[in-house]
């Protein structure tokens, strides 16, 4: 099974780059939020990284 990284979710742009598209948000509970909708619409998985930055995988 092929594990792809759909999107990046980050309180810290300067940290991310990379070919997902990244979204950015301006306080934490806006990071979560984005990241929970997102995971929705695209069926994947919401990972923490613990550094201002979430991605959302599909598994």
Do not use: C, W
């Not at 300067?14 to 301006?26: L, Q, S």
């Not at 806006?30 to 619409?41: D, G, N, R």
Request: hydrophobic share 50%.
């Amino acid at each position: 099974m092929i594990k792809t990284i759909l999107a990046v979710i980050t309180t810290e742009p300067a940290i991310v780059a990379g070919g997902a598209p990244i979204f950015v948000a301006r306080t934490p509970e806006e990071q979560e939020k984005l990241a929970l909708y997102l995971s929705k619409v695209l069926g994947g998985m919401v990972h923490d990284l613990g550094n201002g930055v979430s991605i959302v995988v599909s598994h």
